[in-house]
């Protein structure tokens, strides 16, 4: 069964670092997306890009962030400089092909651990 | 702002017994619910509404939606200690992402 992969599963960087989650979404899929969720706390979306650019972010996405989708199969989460609340699994998801209305796959998430 | 509750926070019941999992929303331009189970890490996708009134099976878990009161539930009967976990419902709006709900936190007890 095709999956949403994830690398690393864990990483942990000093404040002010730049860090840089990769993602593979599934094949076929066209949306991807950004989520996080900081420990206890609800999963919040950061950013969606489709057609080679962001479609929708929030407002957690600042300057800091940047996506990118360098080759045909990787999609990238960057954050420049990292800050202590930056720490929280970061979730990648995929969905669809045209077909507006279906479900996002996740993956398996990157805990990131700022220290 | 787009808004989902569920409730309860938390449950904690024995194997075999029924429980009904709650989500509210408010939404400016519905598009859809999913449910999502998640247990240690990735939400794993369970089931996705869009209209009123048309239950969602799949084996011992259902859902079902009601746009008129903005709510739907999802149901599971004969837990099993599998089924321990949060369940996330979730708001698909007219725009590309999902809106969260805080879970529910599922304990079956053997």
């Known amino acids: 069964e095709p999956e949403v992969t994830q690398t690393p599963s864990h990483q942990v960087t000093q404040m002010g670092q730049e860090v840089i989650l990769r993602c593979v979404p599934i094949s076929n899929h066209l949306y991807f997306y950004w989520y996080r969720q900081i420990l206890g706390q609800k999963v919040e979306f950061l950013v969606s890009f489709y057609n080679n650019e962001i479609s929708e972010k929030s407002e957690i996405f600042d300057d800091q962030f940047s996506v990118e989708r360098p080759d045909g199969s990787n999609f990238t989460l960057k954050i420049r400089s990292t800050k202590l609340e930056d720490s929280a699994m970061y979730f990648c998801a995929s969905r669809g092909d045209r077909v507006m209305n279906t479900e996002a796959f996740f993956g398996q998430g990157t805990r990131l651990t700022v220290v | 702002e787009d808004k989902v509750v569920q409730s309860p926070l938390s449950l904690v019941v024995h194997e075999g017994d029924t429980v009904t999992l709650n989500c509210s929303y408010e939404v400016t331009n519905f598009r859809s619910l999913l449910w999502y189970k998640q247990e240690k890490k990735a939400p794993t996708f369970l089931f996705m509404l869009?209209?009123?009134?048309i239950e969602k099976k799949s084996g011992r878990l259902s859902s079902i939606l009601d746009k008129k009161e903005l709510f739907s539930i999802l149901n599971i009967t004969a837990t099993q200690t599998g089924d321990s976990a949060v369940y996330l419902c979730?708001?698909?709006?007219?725009?590309?992402?999902?809106?969260f709900g805080g879970g529910t936190r599922l304990m079956v007890k053997p």
């Open positions: 979730a708001l698909n709006n007219a725009g590309n992402m999902l809106t």
């Open positions: 869009t209209s009123s009134g």
